[in-house]
């Protein structure tokens, strides 16, 4: 079973950035998909970013061009650039993995973009 534990939350304002962490239990190559996903009170959960194991990149249209994923594979980690956040990219951030067949969710993390 993979665990995830997400970082680096919190408030910020519109225009500004800022950087999630997701630290993944055990070696990252073992995972197909790793993800960021959010959801926004009242709404689904979406996905916001996916890389693939061969490093292959996805972005939700509402995302592009100001979110970057990338990952550290010496530290098992998974990072979500955050840039130009705007008041709508409001929710609690979660990293997933997919391992065939299974997806793996973190706890969560509160990003808040203040007006």
């Known amino acids: 079973q993979v665990q995830l534990v997400e970082s680096g939350g919190g408030l910020v304002q519109a225009g500004e950035s800022m950087r999630l962490s997701c630290v993944a239990s055990?070696?990252?190559?073992?995972?197909?998909?790793m993800g960021w996903y959010r959801q926004a009170p009242g709404k689904q959960r979406e996905l916001v970013a996916t890389?693939?194991?061969?490093?292959?990149?996805n972005y939700a249209d509402s995302v592009k061009g100001r979110f970057t994923i990338t990952e550290d594979n010496a530290k098992n980690t998974v990072y979500l650039q955050m840039n130009t956040l705007k008041p709508e990219d409001t929710a609690v951030y979660y990293c997933?993995?997919?391992?065939?067949?299974?997806?793996?969710w973190g706890q969560g993390t509160q990003v808040t973009v203040s007006s």
């Open positions: 055990e070696s990252i190559f073992s995972i197909n998909v």
């Open positions: 890389i693939t194991s061969t490093g292959s990149t």
């Open positions: 997933n993995a997919y391992r065939y067949p299974r997806h793996y």
